[in-house]
């Protein structure tokens, strides 16, 4: 019957829909080739039904990378690769990392670069000892409370946490970046290999081009950042012409090529820091102030140093788990974990996170309960210790948070302060890497909002970070702005030992979310016994403090959302975007290399891989 049809329309010269309607027509019509279902692209592919894991947890999106010699995590296979080519070539776990970070930051430009901030955990085998780096930026000579009055800046009484009154773009925000002297620390103390080589695969990706990523081709978009009175309505031009080839950001598979950036990265590779701090690309930053009204100086950049800095730590479940230590937020995922451990016995007693489970809306009340108490010391107390004395010793410990269980209502969500509105937005790079020799490496280096402070110093091409807009203008808060403070930092960087062996490093981008990321990744992991990729597979929660208001992906909102309204969180639309990017790697045996295995996780929601061989 449906030849006879097919033969008595072609006679009449009908087409199929004539026949059959319009879904043979679809069916039939050319489909956008290789679509990644962006904007305007949305192939019928794009509504088709998910296929299963053929063996184990069913919804995991691909399994762990299992590999002996070297493991390298992150957020673009071409800097992972790049990184693995370190390491098969004899580079240690730090000369990896170097290089990763490296090629991240002209593929991933808008997350991080030379303009940027540093901080990593390194474990080094030989010593059975962790060291972590504080390669963040510090203030301008002119950044004072009074000068931000001057210009139309003040506390914001809407925003009581991070943040307030500072402009989140321009020149204003920039502090000193940290990023190139952190890469050169790290290369002398630790590294095997120059800091000229391990910036080669870079150098030759923004000479030559790459093609641009999914993920990052989605978030490739610039932020206002001028006039720097009243920032921010427009656009900075330099910006545009670099970052917009033909006036519009690239698409997914378009080749991208950065000549200034190359430019910066060879001056880098003759001349090494003093390039960027005192030299060239010093002069170049210093006017692209100073034409904006910034207040950076020569001496501001020639001054700049990092530390070398104690990570902090508790033990969870009988593991000692290590973050950074202010300025960074890092260690509120401590305080998290500890008010878990601590106040779970009391609001819910008899029970265990793994007994409640994680389709239980009281598992997910609970947990957002806990990161509610972690960042609320964060805003109270977090500021650049040479600055302000933070109470770190007890803020960490367990008497601590069982003083905190009493905050929390097991059947109803708490208040975080007054109502108000600020955004813990930010966004980050963040890579691990594993050696032959038991080193590793848990590493996190940022522009912190997407493309930083929206400016650019032309001819260099790289972005200025706006990590100083997480100062407050509040005199009252330790995070005060002040010229060579560093800010309140949301970078975290985290690694997980047993006694003097290592166990795994820990590290979730994306802004405010990093803490809390790094609460529920431990949890994931020592309550529930998730690998590393199911740890990042699974859904997870944003809760954002001054506006009180939680997110949750998709199928979380579908499973529990209705009933944590019902308990009185404000719910905003599901977004899995920001919900950041998980890398990890984790170790067995590592005392013994003939049984070592490095095993590695990497986010399904970015763009990157873990490889190892």
Known sequence: MVRTAWRRAVALGLGLAAVFGGSVLAQTSSAPLFSTCGKGDMAPACHAIRGDRASGWAAQSRAEVFARHGMVTTSQPLAAQAGLEVLRNGGNAVDAAVATAAVLSVVEPMNVGVGGDLFAIVYVAKEHKLYALNASGMAPSGATPEHFASLGYH????????????????????TVPGTVWGWDAMLKRFGTRPLKAMLAPAAAYAEEGFPVSERIADDWRLLNALPTVGCCKTLDPDSVAVWYPGGKPPVAGQIFRNPGLAKTLRLIQAQGPDAFYRGEIAQAIVAKSAALGGTMTAADLAAYKGEWVEPVHTSYHGHEVYELPPPSQDWGALVMVNVLEQC?????????????????????????????????????????????????????????????????????????????????????????????????????????????????????????????????????????????????????????????????????????????????????????????????????????????????????????????????HRLGPPDSGAMGGFQSIAVTSPGDKAKRVYRAGSDHRKDGQAAGF
């Open 344 to 568: 779970l016995p009391v609001w819910a007693p008899g029970q265990t996170l793994a007994r409640l489970g994680p389709r239980s809306p009281l598992y997910w009340h609970l947990m957002v309960e806990a990161k509610k108490l972690a960042y609320a010391d964060l805003i109270a107390f977090n500021a650049d210790p040479d600055f302000v004395k933070v109470p770190i010793e007890r803020l960490l410990s367990k008497a601590h948070a069982r003083e905190l269980c009493a905050k929390v209502d097991p059947r109803r969500a708490s208040s975080t302060g007054p109502a108000g509105e600020a955004d813990g937005a930010g966004d980050t790079i963040v890579l691990s890497t594993a050696d032959e020799a038991g080193n590793m490496v848990s590493w996190v280096n940022s522009n912190f909002s997407g493309f930083g402070s929206g400016l650019t110093v032309p001819g260099y091409g790289f972005v200025l970070h706006n990590r100083g807009g997480l100062f407050s203008l509040d005199p009252k808060s330790p995070n005060v702005i002040a010229p060579h403070k560093r800010p309140y930092n949301t970078l975290a960087a985290g690694f997980v030992m047993d006694g003097d062996q290592p166990l795994m490093s820990l590290l979730l981008m994306g802004g405010d979310m990093q803490a809390q990321g790094h609460g529920q990744a431990l949890v994931n992991i020592f309550d529930l016994g998730a690998n590393l990729q199911m740890a990042t597979d699974m859904a997870r929660f944003r809760h954002t403090q001054v506006p009180n208001r939680l997110v949750l992906e998709r199928p979380l909102y579908d499973a529990v959302g209705k009933e944590l309204e019902a308990m009185g």
């Open 155 to 174: 506390a914001d009484p809407k925003n009581w946490g991070t943040g307030s009154g500072m402009p989140q773009g321009g020149i204003l925000p920039v």
